[in-house]
């Protein structure tokens, strides 16, 4: 049994007519009649019967019939879903990024949007915490494109996008709050909310920390960054974090640090290795074109301009 089989019989059991079906088809009558005697001979059931000019279903062509349409419509959409998918003007773009880059993926959607006028292009910005789940995500063609820290695989490509300053991010009522940079000597010994071992900054933080000596009491681990800003408003510990693009949390004071870690530089990657969908190769070159748009977003953002600190690593 094979398509062209049931394409015939679909046609011939909907206009009950040979030289119909076959002007529909494009096939010769001869065709026609040899595939669907194939097909009875396969199912070992006569599908259908004469009657005058006309042809009819049988009791088991008709039993047969809803499954074959229900076949033929579930890959026609099928057909139709991976045609659209692929179509650069009106395709998919599947995007994961670290949740800190949450303020900065409608700025570059709008931005792609507004600058090609793709607008029929349906682009997905999924938040993903951990560098871990973001590289295996590319790796295995989950995604399209990431948003994240440098992945050291020959399999995968980037380009830099720009640097994502870090901070303190002290409660209000503690000490920090009332300086004006925190050098991370200050966090020996300082109750400290930590990313987990499978975030980027975890591996950045600890290392900076041994070459510092420095000996953080570490009293939470989390991969999110929402529950740090809630564990440091409460007063629980200070953190180390990406800034804050939605501004200050509720209660937390954000500090720049003063020693060379101050920053983690932000790419987008993609597989090298896997299909890539035209719509998505579009989005890929347009950031590659457009240089480091998070510096572009960044310097955009009056929050971050107002704090001198940071203003040498956007003109940078």
């Known amino acids: 049994m094979n398509l062209r089989q049931l ?3 679909k046609a011939i059991a909907e206009l009950e007519h040979y030289t119909r079906a076959a002007e529909t088809l494009f096939v010769s ?25 006309n042809i009819k279903l049988t009791k088991y062509g008709k039993l047969f019939l809803p499954y074959v349409q229900r076949c033929l419509e ?26 800190s880059l949450a303020y900065f993926a409608p700025y570059i959607i709008v ?22 789940k973001l590289k295996e995500q590319v790796l295995s063609g989950q995604v399209d494109l990431v948003f994240a820290t440098e992945i050291d695989d020959p399999r995968v490509g980037c380009t830099y996008i720009g640097q994502h300053p870090l901070v303190v991010l002290a409660s209000v009522n503690h000490r920090f709050a009332r300086q004006e940079r925190v050098d991370l000597r200050e ?14 900054l975890r591996a950045q933080t600890d290392r900076a920390f041994q070459e510092l000596g420095v000996h953080p009491n570490i009293t939470t681990e989390t991969a999110q960054d929402l529950i740090i800003y809630g564990l440091v408003a409460a007063n629980h510990g200070v953190a180390i974090t990406p800034y804050p693009l ?12 003063a020693n ?9 990657l993609w597989n090298k290795e896997q299909y890539i969908p035209p719509a998505a190769e579009y989005f890929r070159d347009f950031v590659v074109r457009s240089g480091p ?7 955009q953002s009056q929050d971050l301009r107002k704090i001198s600190s940071f203003a040498r690593i956007l003109d940078a």
Do not use: W
């Open 29 to 53: 009558q001869s065709s026609l009649s040899h595939a669907i005697q194939e097909l009875e001979g396969e199912l070992k059931a006569k599908l259908f019967v004469r009657e005058g000019r």
């Open 246 to 257: 939605g501004g200050a949390p509720y209660n937390v004071k954000i500090i720049p640090i």
């Open 74 to 99: 579930t890959l026609d959409t099928g057909v139709a879903k991976l045609s659209d998918y692929i179509n650069p003007n009106t395709g998919t773009v599947v995007m994961a990024g670290f949740p």
């Open 260 to 268: 060379p870690i101050a920053t983690r530089k932000l790419y987008l």
């Open 293 to 299: 748009v998070f510096h572009d977003y960044l310097r």
């Open 7 to 9: 394409q015939y019989f």
């Open 187 to 200: 966090l020996d010994g300082e109750n400290f909310i930590a990313f987990d071992r499978n975030c980027q």
């Open 111 to 132: 931005r792609y949007v507004s600058d090609t006028n793709r607008v029929d292009v349906h682009l997905q910005f999924n938040q993903e915490a951990t560098y871990t």
